[in-house]
């Protein structure tokens, strides 16, 4: 974690709520920067970073249960503001010599927030605000040196501060979209109480971004394995810029593509960026390998594992095309730090959310969801330093780089593509024939999406291939054949989402293409599940 020292920060110390990352974005929108922490992160370590502020995350513990996520205390006696949300709020009180206490009764839903005693969390508010609850615990003595600043009709210590030593407490979540002036609230948090200035834009994140690759890998070369999907083309436009023909795109067709994949990518970045790319084809590795797989952790390890293989191989053949240029001082020297030859650094597409979802340490109070491609294995063993320049950013983030760095909006908008690819949306073995099956489905659910003008509207819409036959009629004939899933969901960082509710017809017209042109599905059903429970992807 690199302290930033040239502009505003807010830490957020993350206690495991389904909302922290909510609360990031929130900061951001405020053009503030901010990044989430691990809960027991010390007060040394947080005083050297500098924030101007901190905010605790709410959790699913109570604060007295066994083994609940706890914090250093003297991160209270740092004299930076800190606001607590909820659960944040309860630790505040119990670390302070408060009291916290298990009502019996569960708070949660929509609740009417009466404002007292002027505080500046609440300047230009009013005396009254809609506000969201989601706890069980409640704050029932306050410690030495606060005092109530709003009360709902269940809770008298809805809202709270210690004006002196900086220290804010709510009971509600101002983060999300139900407290409807929750933002003015974390901007008076921002702007009053922390001084932050408005200094968080896509334009500084780029400039910074670009001068810490060339301070990181200086003249050495770099490789990155371009899939075609937003992040790794941002990621290699943005290491473009920075370093130019330092950067070679290594593009491995791995048989899981979408149509015309390798076509499009290579046309991109190939022939209108100029940056250097080497097109691997090993679609018959892929697909051997994954015979008989059904499990769909195992089939992510194996592609992962294949791909370095393949990386591996490819990057070899590039020193040989460099020894063949000319390039004999590049192909022979062996950097310090590892790498390949000449290619010491490893460049990836990892997001924020790859890294929140990706968390495994024991005792962090986020579960894992599932390996990302993106975050695992790949650096210890194939001894490559890493550069990930989108790291800190959220998917919308990322598109709004790729507009400025100047890539094409079918790519920016691009919706987002598991590294995985098609294996992860078919249920049990991937078969050349499944594929084949599924990438027809699927390409007529992106052409009639388009055609409908809703393509860009959502953030995902695709086919999933179930490994569930049903019966059916086709021309008074009796059938047994495949089951195609339709999954259209919206969202805005991927971190949650809901189904897309979309016209009758247009679900009418994808269904009955489908069900007529693709040889072997005979039934065509509709997600309509949400992120939680669900996850967007099936696998």
């Not at 951001?28 to 989430?36: F, G, H, M, N, P």
């Not at 495994?360 to 695992?376: C, F, L, R, T």
């Not at 999933?464 to 008074?476: A, E, F, I, R, Y």
């Amino acid at each position: 974690m690199a302290a930033r020292s040239t502009h505003s920060k807010i830490l957020i110390l993350d206690f495991g709520s389904q909302y922290t990352q909510v609360i990031a974005r929130r900061i951001r929108e405020c053009q503030v920067y901010s990044e989430i922490v691990r809960f027991d992160t010390s007060a040394a370590e947080i005083a050297a970073l500098k924030p101007n502020g901190l905010i605790l995350s709410g959790g699913p513990a109570s604060v007295y249960d066994k083994g609940a996520p706890q914090i250093d205390p003297q991160i209270f006696s740092l004299g930076i503001p800190v606001l607590g949300i909820c659960y944040g709020l309860m630790l505040m009180a119990h670390h302070l010599s408060g009291q916290v206490v298990f009502t019996g009764r569960r708070e949660y839903g929509a609740g009417m927030l009466h404002i007292k005693n002027g505080s500046e969390l609440f300047d230009g508010l009013g005396n009254q605000l809609d506000v969201w609850n989601s706890h069980g615990d409640e704050v029932t003595a306050l410690p030495k040196g606060f005092r109530v600043v709003g009360t709902t009709e269940g809770c008298n210590f809805a809202a709270v501060e210690d004006r002196q030593r900086k220290l804010y407490g709510l009971q509600f979540h101002p983060e999300v979209a139900h407290t409807p002036r929750g933002r003015e609230i974390l901007q008076n948090f921002l702007y009053h109480i922390c001084q932050c200035a408005m200094d968080w834009t896509m334009g500084s994140f780029i400039e910074e971004a670009c001068a810490r690759v060339r301070k990181q890998v200086g003249d050495q070369k770099v490789v990155l394995g371009l899939s075609g999907g937003v992040d790794s083309s941002v990621t290699a436009a943005l290491l473009h810029k920075a370093i130019g023909d330092q950067l070679t795109c290594i593009f491995v067709n791995n048989g899981l593509l979408r149509a015309r994949e390798e076509e499009i990518v290579q046309r991109v970045f190939g022939e209108n960026f100029h940056v250097r790319l080497k097109y691997v084809d090993a679609s018959d590795r892929f697909l051997t390998l994954l015979k008989g797989v059904t499990d769909p952790e195992t089939k992510r390890k194996l592609i992962g594992n294949e791909f370095i293989k393949v990386f591996q191989r490819a990057t070899e053949e590039l020193l040989e095309e460099d020894r063949r240029n000319g390039e004999r001082k590049l192909a022979t020297a062996t950097p310090s730090g590892g790498g390949h030859g000449g290619y010491k650094f490893l460049a990836q597409g990892t997001l924020y959310p790859d890294v929140i979802e990706s968390v495994s340490i024991e005792g962090n109070p986020a579960q894992v969801i599932k390996s990302h491609h993106n975050v695992g294995g790949l650096p210890d063993k194939m001894h490559f330093e890493l550069v990930e320049p989108v790291r800190q950013l959220f998917k919308d983030e990322v598109r709004q780089a790729g507009l400025q760095l100047g890539l094409p909006k079918e790519i920016v908008y691009r919706q987002p593509f598991p590294g995985p690819g098609l294996a992860v949306r078919i249920l049990g073995e991937v078969t050349p024939e499944r594929l084949a099956i599924l990438r027809e489905a699927d390409t007529i659910v992106q052409s009639e999406m388009e055609a409908a003008d809703w393509y860009y509207k959502v953030w995902q819409s695709f086919a999933v291939l179930l490994p569930v036959q049903s019966v059916g009629v086709m021309g008074d004939q009796r059938t047994y054949e495949n089951t195609v899933v339709l999954r259209i969901v919206e969202s805005q960082d991927g971190m949650t989402a809901d189904w897309v509710r979309l016209p009758f017809e247009l679900l009418a017209r994808i269904s009955a293409r489908i069900s007529n042109e693709v040889k072997g599905v005979n039934r065509v059903c509709f997600d309509i599940s949400s992120k939680p429970p669900s996850t967007i992807e099936w696998e």
